[in-house]
Structures are given as structure tokens and as C-alpha cells.
């Protein structure tokens, strides 16, 4: 049976849903929380990179090797153990990877509460468990993360809305890192996106993005005309996905890219 709640008492939700050790996914208005006894194993966003995408545009996987670990394992929910069983990654590589891309996930999922949340009790994620998280940490992490976020700038349209550079800001006057990050600010990506070109966690794209926006350095681009104001799949502000049609979608993107 499927539980409704509004999206501003996802954080209750959770914690009774730990209380009662429930399995199943929890979708609210940016992401999808699946939990196993009680226990966080995953979440998803389409406004944070993806574990697969961190890991192939890092070069830790292959992407062939990767799209070969969803298609032997994903059907088993045994994605994480088929990576490992087969040699391509190492656990503790995969338990790093997956705790960061869960944790930005965890962010922006719980950071909209323009669409009621819905618990699906008994829903699997087919990457599999791979280190559970309880959900008081993933709270903890989120609320810490958009804490500091916030000293650093206020304004949280920086996190989602293409970003355009301010004229004459250059990359080589700046720290490597928050260099590499200005210099794919093109008027069109999002934090998001940025991370992804990066193979970068969001969270740390996303401090170094609002340094540059504290620096005057970037802004988000104005909107489109209302009558190009509809987003497209997985655009930012769009509705989240359900997890097969992301999925798919995420197939579709890879094979369009091969």
C-alpha cells in the first residue's frame, strides 16, 4: 500500500520509517530514498550525477563494464556485488563512491516540498545495498551541508538553475579546483551537470560554486520566455522521475552517447 504525506514532513517520515525498520522507496518531490530494514541504501536525484556516471567519467569503471554490471546484476538488485565479484572495482572504492553520490543525493531530495512524498513499501533499488546509512546520519549530513552552504551564500538558486559567468572572470586567476569548475560555466549547465563533466561529488561543486557566486563571479542566467519555460526530462525544476522511467532514460542517454 502506498503512502501519501506532504513533502515538508519527509524528515518524520523517515525517522518513522526507520522506528519501524520498513523496506520500500520514498519518493518526494527531487529524489527517491529506498530503504532496507529501516536503513538508507541509496538515493537518487535527477539534480546530483549519478553513481554510474561518477564512476565511468572518473575512469573507475569502464563504462562498457559498468553497463555490463546493470544488465548481468541489475534484474538481482546485486549491481554493487557484481562490480566487485567480477574484479572491476574494489569494495572500499565503491563503498566511497556510493556513500558521496548518496549523500548529494540526500540533499536535494530533501530540499523542495512542492510535491507530496509517497512511500511504496517492498521496492528495491537494483544497484543493491551496498552500505547502509541510518537515517538520523542522513539527516545530520543534509542539514550540516545546506548549513554551510549557507555562510558561504544564501541564495540556493545556485544549486539548480544554469549558472553564467560574470564578463571578464577568468579561470587562470583562480584556485585549481574552483578554476576547473568557473571554466564550465557556460550559461546552459547546472551544478548538477558541472559535477558530472567534473566526475566530481555535487557538494563539492557545489561550495565552489557558491564561493564564486559570493565572489560575484557567477549568477543564475535569467529564465527562458514563459513559452519556453516548460522543462524538459530531467531539466532542473522538473518533477523527479519514477525510478524505471529514470532508469531508462539514463539507458537511453548512454546509448545515444556510444
Same mark, same amino acid.
Given at each position: 500500500?502506498?503512502? *501519501?504525506?506532504?513533502?515538508?514532513?519527509?524528515?518524520?517520515?523517515?525517522?518513522?520509517?526507520?522506528?519501524?525498520?520498513?523496506?520500500?522507496? &520514498?519518493?518526494?518531490?527531487?529524489?527517491?530514498?529506498?530503504?532496507?530494514?529501516?536503513?538508507?541504501?541509496?538515493?537518487?536525484?535527477?539534480? =546530483? +550525477?549519478?553513481?554510474?556516471? #561518477? #564512476?565511468?567519467? =572518473?575512469?573507475?569503471? !569502464?563504462?562498457?563494464?559498468?553497463?555490463?554490471?546493470?544488465?548481468?546484476?541489475?534484474?538481482?538488485?546485486?549491481?554493487?556485488?557484481?562490480?566487485?565479484?567480477?574484479?572491476? &572495482?574494489?569494495?572500499?572504492?565503491?563503498? %566511497?563512491?556510493?556513500?558521496?553520490?548518496?549523500?548529494?543525493?540526500?540533499?536535494?531530495?530533501?530540499?523542495?516540498?512542492?510535491?507530496?512524498?509517497?512511500?511504496? /513499501?517492498?521496492?528495491?533499488?537494483?544497484?543493491?545495498?551496498?552500505?547502509?546509512?541510518?537515517?538520523?546520519? *542522513?539527516?545530520?549530513?543534509?542539514?550540516?551541508?545546506?548549513?554551510?552552504?549557507?555562510?558561504?551564500?544564501?541564495? +540556493?538558486? *545556485?544549486?539548480?538553475? /544554469? %549558472?553564467?559567468?560574470?564578463?571578464?572572470?577568468?579561470?587562470?586567476?583562480?584556485?585549481?579546483?574552483?578554476?576547473?569548475?568557473?571554466?564550465?560555466?557556460?550559461?546552459?549547465?547546472? !551544478?548538477?551537470?558541472?559535477?558530472?563533466? &567534473?566526475?566530481?561529488?555535487?557538494?563539492?561543486?557545489?561550495?565552489?560554486?557558491?564561493? %564564486?557566486?559570493?565572489?560575484? #563571479?557567477?549568477? +543564475?542566467? /535569467?529564465?527562458?520566455? !514563459?513559452?519556453?519555460?516548460?522543462?524538459? +526530462?530531467?531539466? /532542473?525544476?522538473?518533477?523527479?522521475?519514477?525510478?524505471?522511467?529514470?532508469?531508462?532514460?539514463?539507458? #537511453?542517454?548512454?546509448?545515444?552517447?556510444?
Amino acid at each position: 500500500m502506498t503512502t *501519501v504525506v506532504p513533502t515538508d514532513a519527509a524528515p518524520a517520515l523517515l525517522g518513522s520509517l526507520a522506528a519501524d525498520r520498513a523496506t520500500g522507496a &520514498l519518493t518526494t518531490a527531487s529524489g527517491v530514498f529506498y530503504l532496507c530494514a529501516g536503513q538508507v541504501v541509496h538515493v537518487e536525484s535527477a539534480l =546530483s +550525477p549519478a553513481l554510474g556516471d #561518477l #564512476l565511468t567519467r =572518473s575512469g573507475a569503471v !569502464a563504462p562498457d563494464g559498468w553497463w555490463d554490471a546493470v544488465e548481468r546484476a541489475g534484474a538481482r538488485h546485486r549491481v554493487g556485488r557484481h562490480l566487485v565479484d567480477s574484479g572491476r &572495482l574494489t569494495t572500499g572504492a565503491l563503498e %566511497l563512491c556510493h556513500l558521496g553520490a548518496l549523500f548529494d543525493a540526500a540533499y536535494f531530495a530533501l530540499a523542495h516540498d512542492d510535491r507530496p512524498a509517497r512511500f511504496r /513499501p517492498g521496492v528495491a533499488h537494483w544497484l543493491g545495498a551496498v552500505r547502509p546509512v541510518s537515517v538520523e546520519t *542522513v539527516l545530520c549530513e543534509s542539514r550540516r551541508r545546506r548549513a554551510l552552504l549557507h555562510r558561504i551564500w544564501p541564495d +540556493p538558486a *545556485v544549486d539548480t538553475a /544554469p %549558472l553564467v559567468r560574470a564578463p571578464g572572470a577568468d579561470p587562470a586567476d583562480l584556485p585549481p579546483r574552483r578554476g576547473r569548475t568557473l571554466a564550465l560555466v557556460d550559461g546552459a549547465s547546472t !551544478a548538477a551537470q558541472i559535477a558530472s563533466a &567534473l566526475a566530481c561529488r555535487t557538494f563539492h561543486t557545489l561550495v565552489e560554486l557558491r564561493r %564564486l557566486a559570493a565572489d560575484g #563571479l557567477v549568477t +543564475p542566467a /535569467p529564465p527562458p520566455p !514563459a513559452a519556453a519555460a516548460l522543462p524538459g +526530462p530531467g531539466a /532542473p525544476g522538473a518533477a523527479w522521475d519514477e525510478p524505471d522511467t529514470a532508469l531508462l532514460r539514463r539507458l #537511453l542517454d548512454a546509448l545515444e552517447a556510444l
